[in-house]
């Protein structure tokens, strides 16, 4: 493919020389956060570098080069670990993007009867999210924004690619939640939820948006009624698979990270959607 131009904050970088050293890349942020986190230096060829550039930008879909892609062009032109390199690009753009979402400010209801309500239920496939989401959905009247349904929303488009898909659904579940509870609206999130991280990032902008976060952590204590919900389930999400294997979920349970903030606990094999529905409500109750 043809090199694609360069965007003014990428030329500024490479300037107009033959050879570009990496110490004038540095100078945009998300280059030096990225060559404090690999191995990167020395000088590479303009004309290369643009050209790896160009193939990384467009695997991104863009029309053309920013310093995230030089940094991309970088590692594919000297050889680098070119997978983490992209992984590690994406994980920076979605914490500046937290960053952004964190920043924001409420806007003034003094109409309101209460704060907003921000529900985060988390939890490994099989324990009951989707379910309780429903019902403090029609409970609240509160939007349902689910990792699953976006995901499916973007397959068709081929823009899921294994280094981007966590933090680019992270972002899209961010700025799902920010906007209802900056308009002063319940949202409930149904995701994984499995990084401590993300968790905090989540209840942190939710609070700095003046809303309240309630935290819900969906077990099942019995593995066998787990497993017979997950391998026995079709959840019709368009674009996306209708269940995932037994294996998923017990990679997903290895992954999960201990929520040391205060949240509930609900048992899905102990407790029915009913009481569980009611347990959560009493807590927003309680917090609002």
């Not at 899209?172 to 499995?194: E, F, I, M, P, Y």
């Amino acid at each position: 493919m043809d090199a694609l131009p360069l965007h003014p904050s990428a030329a500024s970088l490479v300037g107009t020389g033959d050879v570009v050293p990496f110490d004038a890349l540095a100078g945009d942020g998300i280059v030096a956060a990225l060559a404090a986190r690999l191995d990167l230096g020395g000088a590479v060829a303009r004309a290369d570098l643009v050209a790896a550039a160009s193939l990384e930008a467009d695997r991104f879909g863009d029309v053309a080069v920013r310093p995230e892609h030089l940094a991309l062009g970088w590692a594919r032109a000297t050889g680098a670990d070119l997978a983490r390199a992209r992984e590690e690009v994406h994980l920076l753009l979605a914490e500046r993007a937290q960053e952004q979402y964190a920043s924001l400010r409420p806007v003034p209801r003094p109409d309101a009867a209460r704060p907003p309500v921000a529900v985060l239920l988390a939890g490994v496939p099989g324990t009951g999210k989707s379910t309780l989401a429903e019902g403090l959905a029609w409970r609240l009247r509160a939007p349902v924004f689910s990792v699953d349904w976006q995901l499916g929303a973007l397959v068709p488009f081929g823009a899921l690619r294994l280094e981007n898909t966590a933090p680019l659904t992270e972002t899209n579940l961010t700025a799902s939640l920010a906007r209802q509870v900056q308009l002063g609206l319940d949202v409930v999130v149904d995701a994984t939820g499995h990084r401590r991280e993300t968790r905090r990032r989540w209840r942190e902008v939710a609070e700095r948006l003046g809303g309240v976060f309630v935290g819900v952590e969906c077990v099942c204590s019995d593995e066998a009624v787990q497993r017979d919900r997950v391998e026995g389930r079709s959840r019709g999400i368009p674009g996306w698979h209708a269940t995932v294997p037994w294996e998923h979920v017990l990679r997903m349970k290895a992954l999960w990270e201990s929520w040391d903030e205060p949240h509930l606990v609900v048992d899905s094999a102990v407790e029915s959607p009913g009481s569980a529905l009611e347990e959560v409500l009493a807590e927003i109750s309680r917090r609002s």
